[in-house]
């Protein structure tokens, strides 16, 4: 099946990680977001550090482009960043929401749990990175009450960097309530840096990142058809492994 060039370009941009494998999980989840509608063109681009930058890629594109940030929440990249590369390399395009928080997002956070063994008596911090803009905390805090619900029980929402309670504090708090075991539920896209945070801080469990996860690549054509007014189409839902 031919690219249909008047639905335009999609194309994701990330932040941009050092982490080899942190790019591949990203490049996967990209060739699961191509599957789920081949006839549209799919790009994966970085804010900085990773290949190839936004503002590189952007000019290079012909005919309509729509922006999705494969951020979990707003902040600085979101609001900062982002709209700055758009408006000097191509103004027209449409940028859409980041991703979270989403109920797909609870969906795929509980798979991911379930897979690695949860359990029932299991006590779930929702590990994130951080922000310094409270909206993006709230924005996290939002995902933990999702997957509570989605969990039936409470979740924390804590922070590898920026914003409290920090992933040390939670941990705490957690190892003095009668619970068996603390689980960290990784609310990260991809390895890399804060990954490695979470991994580090004592919990019995921490789940690998989202990664290629099919409701992440629905999300992504969500947000895609919010932003050009599109009623989301039906999709191939296609599990790819990272």
């Not at 190839?52 to 594109?61: G, H, Q, S, V």
């Not at 801080?201 to 690549?217: E, F, N, R």
Request: proline share 9%; net charge neutral.
């Amino acid at each position: 099946m031919g690219l249909d060039r008047e639905a335009g370009t999609l194309v994701m941009v990330a932040h941009g990680t050092r982490s080899p494998q942190g790019e591949e999980t990203l490049r996967a989840l990209t060739h699961l977001v191509r599957r789920q509608r081949p006839a549209t063109r799919v790009e994966l681009a970085y804010l900085e550090i990773s290949r190839p930058l936004l503002a590189d890629l952007l000019p290079t594109i012909d005919g309509p482009v729509t922006v999705v940030p494969l951020l979990l929440a707003g902040g600085y990249h979101v609001h900062i960043d982002l709209p700055e590369v758009i408006a000097a390399t191509r103004p027209d395009a449409v940028v859409a929401r980041p991703l979270g928080p989403h109920p797909l997002l609870a969906d795929a956070l509980s798979h991911t749990l379930f897979r690695a063994g949860l359990k029932a008596t299991d006590t779930v911090i929702l590990g994130a990175a951080g922000s310094s803009d409270p909206a993006a905390l709230a924005d996290v805090r939002a995902a933990a009450r999702l997957l509570a619900v989605r969990l039936a029980r409470p979740v924390t929402a804590a922070f590898a960097s920026a914003g409290t309670p920090t992933v040390p504090d939670a941990m705490e708090r957690a190892r003095s309530s009668p619970a068996a075991r603390v689980v960290i539920a990784s609310y990260l896209l991809a390895p890399g840096f804060f990954q490695t945070r979470l991994e580090t801080a004592t919990a019995d469990l921490v789940t690998p990142p989202l990664g290629a996860d099919p409701d992440v690549a629905t999300l992504i054509w969500t947000r895609h058809d919010e932003a050009t007014h599109q009623p989301t189409r039906e999709l191939t839902r296609t599990c790819v492994t990272p």
